[in-house]
């Protein structure tokens, strides 16, 4: 590995750290909401906050770690591991409140709630049969789906970012020229 991707690693290290901490804030604002819908409000505006905030962090990253000048493709795998990092994080998060915060069948009567909308909503009766065979997730499930989940969020998000992000072709191969 060279240095260009270990400083991509251990940046996206540090700087997913930071995300994952504002996950975990901004999932308290979820949890909260639960007793005071009002919160559910905040926690909204912090999720739509996530893309503005990947968006500074990787311009953080190519500003003070890459002397301003950074390709799409390098941005874009940047995004891509800090959401994967701040994903390991929130997932943490995610397994202990499900095992230890939320009541015991918090989890099934979610389910059960799933399946009721979906009777309501005149879904075709062989996927609401095929739903009702699934067996609940476990907190363990909950919290690897939640990495997938924020994986592939993190994926389709950091494209736009890197766009706005990156610095022209000429300019890169001018700095690495440069550096040679």
């Known amino acids: 590995m060279n240095d260009t991707n270990n400083l991509l690693l251990k940046s996206a290290m540090s700087y997913g750290l930071a995300l994952g901490i504002y996950w975990a804030v901004k999932y308290v604002f979820f949890i909260l909401s639960f007793s005071f819908p009002s919160f559910n409000i905040v926690y909204w505006l912090l999720t739509l906050a996530v893309p503005a905030i990947a968006w500074f962090l990787t311009k ?59 009777k309501d909503s005149q879904i075709d009766t062989s996927i609401l049969e095929s739903f009702k065979t699934l067996d609940v997730p476990s907190p363990i499930h909950m919290a690897i789906q939640g990495i997938f989940n924020n994986i592939f969020y993190g994926i389709l ?24």
Request: proline share 2%.
């Open 157 to 180: 998000l950091s494209i736009p970012v890197a766009a706005l992000v990156h610095t022209k072709a000429d300019k890169v191969i001018q700095s690495t020229e440069e550096n040679k």
């Open 60 to 118: 953080k990253y190519r500003d003070t770690e890459l002397e301003g000048k950074i390709s799409f493709y390098h941005a874009w795998r940047f995004g891509t591991m800090l959401y994967f990092f701040a994903a390991v994080i929130i997932a943490l998060v995610h397994f202990v409140f499900y095992q230890y915060i939320a009541p015991q069948d918090f989890l099934a009567q979610s389910f059960s709630q799933v399946i009721e909308v979906l």
